[in-house]
């Protein structure tokens, strides 16, 4: 799925900085070796049956410790891995921190965070003559579904615990992660459908979809993809570009127009909090079609995307769709955070429009506090 959705132009390629696992060292897989030898050589070992796994089982810790203590020994003695104090787990993660590589500086600084709800607000809902169109590409909840006001301490707690290497937060509690499902019921986007391939553009590329499927000048589509950085174009020349279509009743345009600029501000939002690729236009080509994709496995795929980017330890921002990640933490985690419900709030519709978050309803606290609540998290508390 991954490779289908958003592989070709991630903002940055992780298979070249992922450390590898460190392998035991020879002497050490000598002594594991001999250690089964002495087992199997004395007189009253016996392959144990199936009716005997239990007795098995008890004695496997004890093997298993003694072979662990004899590599833990060699370690410490040539120094060249680390001492046993380096291989202390932390909360939350695994014991063995050879196992899971990139979770060295997990307590970070709150992240940057960008959220175009108020871009979304802005462009305001469809025009009537292009309504039926929107609706029949699956995408129409997105334009109810958006935070205005993020909370970086929330989220950054949470994303100091994403492991890329699994695409799960590790917590004391257990081990989460946000699935289709959850996209269903915060968002109401299918997860079933075609899944439409995002290849990389070059700048010329771009220009001709814009030509092609917005119907602007060869002149303005250079201009525009000058001043937005090669493929890309501003989410406000979108909004001007919309008016100007709708102004001239040219209402396919116009349908693809809106649909980019909310995409663009919405699952495929990016870190630069003013730009979306053009690549996300080639979706719109066929309207029709449109309402065929998988958009709920698209917006997952992107945000699992972003989370790696971001459990990096020199990145300080984090893109992506905000508001399915925050909505997802208060959805499963009500005593992490102190946010408002809507007291218009339907059931029928998207959970992700269940709370208020206008400046006046947030009272966000300090990511310190936000950790210790989360290490302090019972199952009980996990909805």
Sequence with gaps: MKLCFYRGISEDAHEADVPRRRKPTASARRQRVRLHEDVTERPEYVPQLHEDVPHVSNATPEMTGAADAVQTEEVATDGSLGSPAADEGFPGGPRDPSILTDFAEHERPDLKLVSHGRKVDKIGRSALEIEGLIVGTGLSPLIRCFVITTDPGLISAFFERWHRETSMFHLLVGELTITLDDVVSLLHLPITGALHTFEPLVTSDSIGLLTELLEVSHEEATFETRQASEPHVRLGWLRDLYESQCRARRWVVAARTYLLHLVGCTLFANKSSTHVHVVHLKAFRDLAQAGGFAWGAAALVHMYDHLNVASQ???????????????????HFPTMHTSVVHDAYDEGSPRACRWLTGKAHMTGIKGASYRRRLDALTVTDVC
Excluded: N, V
């Design 313 to 331: 330890a020199s990145t300080r921002q984090l893109g992506g769709y905000i508001t399915l990640l925050q909505c997802w933490i208060y959805e």
